[in-house]
């Protein structure tokens, strides 16, 4: 299970923690959704006001990175096939960051993919 927890820190910045799964498997999924849909809301905002982009892209780096570190996880309940998915989708997301100008749109459209399929689970 992954459990990233998006909340604001003391700075401006938002800070991303990858907490132990210690919720059950619906309040987990939900709170996966609620990571995503924060990423996908500043990714949105940073679309119409390019002072929020750096901010917006840090935050997804971090929320992807969560993933990253929770599907390398040997003791994750997810099938290796689908955590070998999400790694190939990660590399992808995190690849399109690091470009000059990472495409919105496309970073906004795989998060809400993975939210669809976060709510397919619960």
């Excluded at 800070?15 to 609620?34: D, I, K, N």
């Excluded at 002072?51 to 969560?66: G, V």
């Excluded at 997301?93 to 906004?108: A, K, M, N, T, Y």
């Amino acid at each position: 299970m992954i459990t990233a927890t998006l909340a604001p820190a003391a700075s401006p910045a938002l800070s991303l923690s990858l907490a132990a799964a210690t919720l059950p498997v619906q309040q987990g999924r939900a709170a996966e959704a609620a990571a995503f849909q924060k990423a996908v809301v500043a990714l949105e905002a940073a679309q119409a006001d390019r002072a929020q982009r750096a901010e917006a892209l840090r935050l997804n780096r971090r929320l992807w990175q969560a993933v990253m570190v929770a599907i390398a996880d040997p003791d994750s309940d997810l099938p290796p096939a689908l955590c070998q998915g999400l790694a190939t989708l990660a590399v992808a997301v995190l690849r399109e960051q690091d470009r000059h100008s990472p495409d919105l749109g496309f970073l906004i459209a795989i998060n809400r993919q993975i939210m669809a399929g976060l709510a397919a689970w619960h």
